[in-house]
């Protein structure tokens, strides 16, 4: 593990700004990313900007009625609050289903959003990675992908997006706030946080140098049922291989998010028209240009058996 050199922010502003000027810094929240990347010196930051005083730890109302959560609101407080359980809940299915309790506790709103894609050969320096190493190709195409992306990939980069939280909020419409290293703040929408990896897979968000998440905001409640229905191969502690974030509305209509198949959230505007007309018109929808490999393609039989699933459990 490399040294780096430290210091505790106390201002927003004053975190963005530091890390803006200095090539190689990083934010440093709950760490439960970052520091395993760093052991591994997968991730090698020369300066890391502590953000833990800065007070965006707090869950607050907004006067449109949604709900601001600060960047530093852990998962499990996060989960826990009657407000998401009663009218966001699948926020809360999402984030109970990542993980472990340990993490939960540790791990941080914004760093959940900020967690890296990856894939087992990301991990393994011996092996050529577009997204450790920019320009040394892609092991994972032609090698084992089982676990891998069947939509939205390209021939540079074939990972996932592990997280869990990340696709309910895609179905809730979040909206990540962030400031810049000058200064200046800005609202993404959650829909055009992540990339898809193109050309530049190690880029995994829209973020620019130095730009800080100091909360993301939930709109009024869209009532509905919600579900979180995730298939690993193991019963805890294990990325989904698919899941499914789901609001279903008492007439059938609804949203839905897969995780476990692409290299962000895969939210498409047509599966959610036709989630009324069943899982099979839905899944058609959401995976039409899917490329995936032999040893992955399963993923979208899963996903189609997954939101059934879900669709049964809103109908009962």
């Known amino acids: 593990m490399k040294s780096s050199t430290y210091e ?9 700004a530091a ?3 200095q090539q190689g810094a990083k934010f440093l929240a709950g760490g439960t990313n970052l520091l395993d990347l760093m052991k591994l010196e997968i991730e090698t930051p020369t300066h890391l900007v502590d953000i833990q005083d800065l007070g965006l730890d707090r869950i607050e109302k907004t006067k449109e009625g949604g709900l601001r959560i600060g960047a530093f609101v852990s998962n499990t407080a996060l989960s826990a609050d009657a407000r998401v359980r009663r009218d966001y809940a699948v926020l809360t299915r999402a984030i109970q289903a990542g993980a472990s309790g340990q993490l939960r506790n540790k791990a941080t709103t914004a760093g959940n959003l900020l967690q890296r894609t990856r894939c087992p050969y990301f991990y393994d320096p011996n092996m050529p990675c577009n997204k450790r190493k920019p320009g040394s190709g892609c092991a994972a195409i032609g090698g084992y992908s089982r676990q891998l992306a069947v939509v939205g990939s390209s021939d540079k980069c074939i990972a996932t997006y592990p ?5 309910a909020m895609r179905v809730l419409d979040a909206t990540v706030e962030t400031v810049k290293a000058d200064g200046a703040t800005r609202a993404i929408p959650i829909a055009d946080f992540h990339r898809l990896p193109g050309d530049q897979p190690e880029k995994d968000n829209v ?10 905001t939930l709109p009024k409640p869209i009532g509905g049922k919600h579900f979180y229905q995730k298939v690993r191969d193991r019963a805890s502690y294990a990325f989904a291989l698919v899941s499914v974030a789901a609001v279903i509305q008492r007439d059938g209509s609804g949203r839905v998010s897969f995780g476990g198949v692409a290299h962000k959230p895969w939210r498409v505007a047509e599966a959610d028209a036709a989630l009324s007309l069943g899982a099979k018109a839905a899944a058609e929808r959401a995976f039409a240009g899917a490329t995936p490999t032999e040893d992955n393609r399963y993923k979208i039989t899963l996903a189609e058996r997954a939101l059934a699933s879900v669709i049964d459990q809103a109908k009962a």
């Open 8 to 16: 505790r922010a106390r201002t927003p502003a004053e975190a963005a």
């Open 19 to 21: 890390v803006g000027r």
């Open 163 to 167: 997280g869990d939280m990340a696709q």
């Open 207 to 216: 973020l620019e140098a130095g730009e800080l998440i100091t909360a993301v």
